[in-house]
Every structure is written in C-alpha cells, then in structure tokens.
C-alpha cells in the first residue's frame, strides 16, 4: 500500500512538472516581444493623444528616474501627469522641481496633481489612478508605477504595438531590477509562477476572462475600453486591480494582449526582504480572491512539487532509503532547478547579476518556502483583520469586504467621467 502511494505520488510530481516544462516552452516561442518603433508614417497632428499616468506616494527614492524616463519619450503626442498621493516625503517638490527645469517646448508635457483625501472604500493606487483619469485627455491612457524607469521608444513602442495587434488593452513584463538577496530569491517568482502557469499567447488569442492577466507597471488602454469598463471606480476596493481590469476588458469583448517589455521598461518593485515580506504578504492571498480552501491547495501544491523532491532526496541519503527515492527526488528538483535557470536566462538583462541569479536557481526549494511562508502571513492577516501596513496605509479584511460596486454606481461614474472627458477636451 505504501508502495502505492509513493508511486501515485512521484507520478503525479513528474505529470505536474511536465506540464509546466511544457507551457514554458510554448511561452518561449509566443511571448510576443514589445518592439522599436516609429509611430506611423502620418503626421503628427494624426497620432493619437497619449495620457501616461502616475500615481505617487511617499516615491522619493525613484520618482525623479521615473519622471525623466517618461518626459524624454520620443513620442511626440503625449503628456505625462503625477499625481502626489499625500506623501508624507519630498515626491511632490522633486516632480516640481523637473517641470520648473523643462525647457518652454516642453513646459506643457508634465503636470503635478494634488491627490484628495481618501473616500471610504477605495484602494489608495485605485483612488490615484481614477483622479488622474478624470484629468488626462488622451485617446489612450497608459498608467504605470513610479519605480519604473522608461527607455525613450517606449510610448511609441507601445501605441505601435497596440495598433499592430488590434487590441483596446496592453499589458507587458518589465526587467525586474534586483538587489538584496531577499529580493533576488522571491521577486524572480513571479516570471516563474506567469511562464508555468500561463500560456501567455492565449491571453490575446482566447476571449475567456480567465486568460487575462494584468501588470499595473504597464496598463496602456484605449480611452474608450477603460470608461466602457468604468474604469478604476469599477475595482475600488480590490488590491490586484490591474489583473480584475484585464478580465473586464475581456468581458466586455474587447481584446487585449501581454506582452515582453523587458527591452523598454524595468522596476525596481522592492529595496529589502522586509519590503517584499510586507508587498507580497498585501498582494499573495488576494491573488488567491481570498479564497482559503483554494491558498491552501495551492500552498500544498508547491510544496509537493518544488520543496518535497529535494527533502526526500536528503532523508534518504540520510537514512539510507531505496535509491528510487534519491533517483525520483533528484529528477524532480533538477527539473524545477532547470526551468527556473531558463526562465533566469530569458528574463535577467543586467548581465552583471546572471551569476548570482543562476546561482540561487539551486536554491529554488528555499524561494518557494519563503513564498508559502508570505502566503501563511497574508492568510493570517487578513483573517485576523490586522492588515499589512504599506507606505502608510492599512491594508486589511475591511479593505477587501468593500471591493465591489453595484452596476448602477459603476454606469452612473461612466456617465459624469465622459461628460468631464468632453468638457477638458474643448478647452
């Protein structure tokens, strides 16, 4: 019987990480790359207008590379708005002091918003971000984060790309900038959770909701499939907005697509393991909608696949246990230890960190732990009601139990969010 089960188990292992090999060798050969361009050969009078949106709080570290990055976009037709989320540090005087630096040509390229003060129910970034529409006046809105930096084609890149693929939504996958050890054994696990999990050609092929995924680093939307979906007002409360955005624009019948941006824009999402111990324990279990019986499936689900292999292996060198054992265990980690290198290969562009980052491939079993550990955490706090503090603010249970709209509000914000759009577009 216990023969049974053992084997039952290392075939299920090896069917499981098949199937993962399997989808990131097909992503390998469909991750649509975002490409340089120039915008059509019309005149500039025809491009379309491009809104690029930012939401600001408490960024000194990274807003003024942000800003720069975005202000030198080669697109000609765009203009880039911030807006300072009540930040308690120097974010809102240092994006001053760049539009107080810009040259007469450009004076009208940047402007600087005063966030209002937080209503009842709303996500702070989901707050920002509907402020900022409610200003911006482009044909296309293009929100992304204040640590990202942007390389001068990207506005043009993406706009061309959009175009080119036909669809009202474009998200893509930054360069992760990496730095403490904490950062480079959990960050990498999102490139690896999307390129296993996810065949990412399907996102733009398939009109399923359920194939969608959203990166709030980069969300370029056509101005009209954002106001068709009500836009920030209609996910106010949730935390992973961007990927409940991206199902939205998918529900509605539009399209959309995710793609490799790693040549245009990267991010530097946390500076410390205390960092990414607080992100990720905000974001883990609402990734899982805050559904505990499917979290603790998945958690055992990585166990058995990524942590158990290399535990058996050392149990029974220990113990001396049957050689199968040490075969099937050994197999099952080096597999997982393989895509994790190739997905590093793919996706790590600052050469100087590929040695540490191949390095840490063998310790693959330790990352996962860490992240099973963050999900327990963000499981805890959520049902404990206590929250994760994230730059100033209180993310908890309240938070999540007020994240829906009813469909009147939703048509009813639509309604007067046109209306202003019109009322800015004459002046």
């Given at each position: 019987?216990?023969?049974?089960?053992?084997?039952?188990?290392?075939?299920?292992?090896?069917?499981?990480?098949?199937?993962?090999?399997?989808?990131?060798?097909?992503?390998?050969?469909?991750?649509?790359?975002?490409?340089?361009?120039?915008?059509?050969?019309?005149?500039?009078?025809?491009?379309?207008?491009?809104?690029?949106?930012?939401?600001?709080?408490?960024?000194?570290?990274?807003?003024?590379?942000?800003?720069?990055?975005?202000?030198?976009?080669?697109?000609?037709?765009?203009?880039?708005?911030?807006?300072?989320?009540?930040?308690?540090?120097?974010?809102?005087?240092?994006?001053?002091?760049?539009?107080?630096?810009?040259?007469?040509?450009?004076?009208?390229?940047?402007?600087?918003?005063?966030?209002?003060?937080?209503?009842?129910?709303?996500?702070?970034?989901?707050?920002?971000?509907?402020?900022?529409?409610?200003?911006?006046?482009?044909?296309?809105?293009?929100?992304?984060?204040?640590?990202?930096?942007?390389?001068?084609?990207?506005?043009?890149?993406?706009?061309?790309?959009?175009?080119?693929?036909?669809?009202?939504?474009?998200?893509?996958?930054?360069?992760?900038?990496?730095?403490?050890?904490?950062?480079?054994?959990?960050?990498?696990?999102?490139?690896?959770?999307?390129?296993?999990?996810?065949?990412?050609?399907?996102?733009?092929?398939?009109?399923?909701?359920?194939?969608?995924?959203?990166?709030?680093?980069?969300?370029?939307?056509?101005?009209?499939?954002?106001?068709?979906?009500?836009?920030?007002?209609?996910?106010?409360?949730?935390?992973?907005?961007?990927?409940?955005?991206?199902?939205?624009?998918?529900?509605?019948?539009?399209?959309?697509?995710?793609?490799?941006?790693?040549?245009?824009?990267?991010?530097?999402?946390?500076?410390?393991?205390?960092?990414?111990?607080?992100?990720?324990?905000?974001?883990?279990?609402?990734?899982?909608?805050?559904?505990?019986?499917?979290?603790?499936?998945?958690?055992?689900?990585?166990?058995?696949?990524?942590?158990?292999?290399?535990?058996?292996?050392?149990?029974?060198?220990?113990?001396h246990l049957s050689t199968?054992?040490?075969?099937?265990?050994?197999?099952?980690?080096?597999?997982?230890?393989?895509?994790?290198?190739?997905?590093?290969l793919r996706f790590t562009?600052?050469?100087?960190?590929?040695?540490?980052?191949?390095?840490?491939?063998?310790?693959?079993?330790?990352?996962?732990?860490?992240?099973?550990?963050?999900?327990?955490?963000?499981?805890?706090?959520?049902?404990?009601?206590?929250?994760?503090?994230?730059?100033?603010?209180?993310?908890?249970?309240?938070?999540?139990?007020?994240?829906?709209?009813?469909?009147?509000?939703?048509?009813?914000?639509?309604?007067?969010?046109?209306?202003?759009?019109?009322?800015?577009?004459?002046?």
């Open positions: 019987m216990i023969q049974f089960v053992v084997t039952g188990y290392w075939m299920f292992l090896f069917t499981f990480l098949l199937a993962h090999s399997l989808i990131v060798a097909l992503n390998f050969l469909s991750f649509f790359q975002l490409r340089e361009t120039s915008v059509a050969p019309e005149p500039e009078a025809a491009l379309p207008l491009l809104s690029i949106l930012v939401p600001a709080r408490n960024e000194e570290q990274c807003i003024e590379a942000c800003i720069r990055s975005l202000v030198a976009q080669t697109y000609q037709r765009v203009e880039v708005i911030v807006l300072d989320d009540d930040s308690s540090d120097r974010t809102g005087s240092i994006v001053q002091g760049i539009i107080d630096e810009l040259a007469p040509t450009q004076a009208g390229r940047l402007r600087l918003l005063p966030g209002a003060a937080l209503p009842e129910g709303w996500i702070g970034k989901n707050y920002a971000c509907h402020q900022l529409s409610q200003h911006a006046i482009g044909d296309y809105f293009f929100f992304t984060d204040a640590d990202t930096v942007h390389a001068p084609g990207t506005a043009s890149a993406v706009i061309a790309c959009m175009q080119q693929l036909e669809v009202k939504l474009l998200t893509a996958q930054p360069e992760f900038e990496l730095g403490s050890l904490g950062e480079c054994l959990v960050v990498p696990l999102l490139n690896f959770t999307i390129m296993t999990l996810l065949p990412v050609a399907l996102v733009r092929l398939r009109p399923e909701a359920s194939l969608a995924t959203g990166n709030g680093q980069l969300l370029c939307f056509q101005r009209s499939a954002y106001e068709k979906i009500g836009g920030h007002a209609a996910v106010k409360g949730n935390i992973l907005e961007d990927v409940l955005l991206a199902r939205a624009v998918k529900k509605a019948g539009d399209h959309m697509a995710f793609v490799d941006a790693m040549n245009f824009v990267r991010c530097r999402m946390y500076r410390s393991f205390s960092e990414v111990w607080s992100g990720f324990s905000k974001n883990l279990f609402a990734f899982y909608n805050y559904a505990l019986p499917f979290a603790l499936f998945a958690l055992l689900l990585n166990l058995a696949l990524f942590v158990v292999p290399p535990l058996a292996v050392l149990a029974a060198l220990l113990f199968s054992v040490v075969a099937f265990g050994a197999s099952a980690y080096l597999l997982a230890v393989l895509m994790r290198v190739l997905l590093t562009r600052r050469k100087q960190m590929l040695p540490l980052l191949l390095a840490l491939c063998l310790l693959h079993p330790l990352s996962i732990g860490l992240e099973c550990l963050i999900l327990l955490n963000s499981i805890r706090c959520h049902h404990q009601g206590t929250g994760v503090s994230w730059k100033g603010r209180q993310y908890n249970r309240q938070n999540a139990s007020k994240s829906r709209n009813t469909g009147s509000e939703i048509v009813a914000m639509r309604q007067v969010n046109q209306a202003k759009h019109e009322d800015i577009r004459k002046i």
